[in-house]
């Protein structure tokens, strides 16, 4: 049962443009989200954060917006660049958990020049 | 920023012998780590959590005796998969939580791809 589903395997986008990234969850008891990205052979590297009691966080280039009652999120990256291109990881935890993370299948963004 | 090292990044094994993976926390202290696997095309599979000093927890359908933890400083973790087969090829990617950090997120290790043979 995936708790937390990416349903795009893969997103094409023009350098400058705007890339959406959208997770959907399950388990109305995650109350903390993460975007990760991650690169070939690498371990995934943290972008960004919301927890359930926003619905919107805002580093730079990256937004994270949540919608609690339709139990989706969406990372924005604008303007994009080419070296966003990498697989995108939505994860969702419960606080008091141990920051137990479930993680979605993940997103291939491709940022074109 | 914090740094987390995992090692070897890659292995090739024989079936039915045992690999170690070493997980360290290179500038701070890492309470907690957790092991994930990761198949082709799919999500990162949490298999278990490490607590210094304490049995590691295991998810659901993951065998202890197959997939030994040790935690034994806050800066070390070991996964050893013992009498590794052709089905245990897999990415597994090690990850530290900073000692009394909140809510700051886990840092991840770049990974150690297992085949065997």
């Known amino acids: 049962d995936q708790q937390v589903k990416q349903n795009s395997p893969s997103l094409s986008v023009q350098e400058g443009r705007i890339s959406i990234l959208n997770c959907d969850y399950t388990?109305?008891?995650?109350?903390?989200f993460l975007w990760y990205k991650k690169y070939p052979a690498e371990g995934p590297t943290f972008l960004i954060s919301?927890?359930?009691?926003?619905d919107k966080n805002e580093d730079g280039r990256f937004t994270v917006f949540l919608n609690k009652s339709a139990k989706h999120l969406s990372l924005h990256i604008v303007p994009s660049q080419p070296g966003d291109s990498a697989v995108y990881f939505c994860?969702?935890?419960?606080?008091?958990?141990?920051?137990?993370?479930?993680f979605g299948k993940g997103t291939l963004l491709t940022v074109n020049p | 920023g914090a740094v987390v090292s995992q090692h070897p990044s890659r292995v090739i094994c024989k079936s039915g012998t045992s690999v170690k993976i070493e997980c360290r926390s290179l500038?701070?202290?890492?309470?907690?780590m957790f092991w994930y696997r990761q198949f082709p095309k799919q999500s990162l599979m949490l298999m278990a959590t490490?607590?210094?000093?304490?049995?590691?927890?295991?998810e659901q359908g993951v065998e202890k005796d197959k997939f030994l933890i040790n935690h034994a400083s806050l800066t070390l973790s070991t996964l050893t998969v013992t009498s590794a087969h052709p089905e245990d090829s897999s990415f597994y990617i090690c990850?530290?939580?900073?000692?009394?950090?909140?809510?700051?997120?886990?840092?991840f290790g770049n990974g150690t791809r297992l085949t065997v043979t």
């Open positions: 388990n109305s008891m995650f109350d903390y």
């Open positions: 990850s530290a939580k900073r000692a009394l950090s909140g809510d700051s997120p886990l840092h």
């Open positions: 919301i927890s359930s009691i926003k």
């Open positions: 994860a969702a935890s419960v606080r008091g958990s141990n920051y137990k993370l479930t």
């Open positions: 490490s607590n210094e000093g304490s049995k590691a927890t295991y």
């Open positions: 500038d701070f202290q890492a309470t907690t």
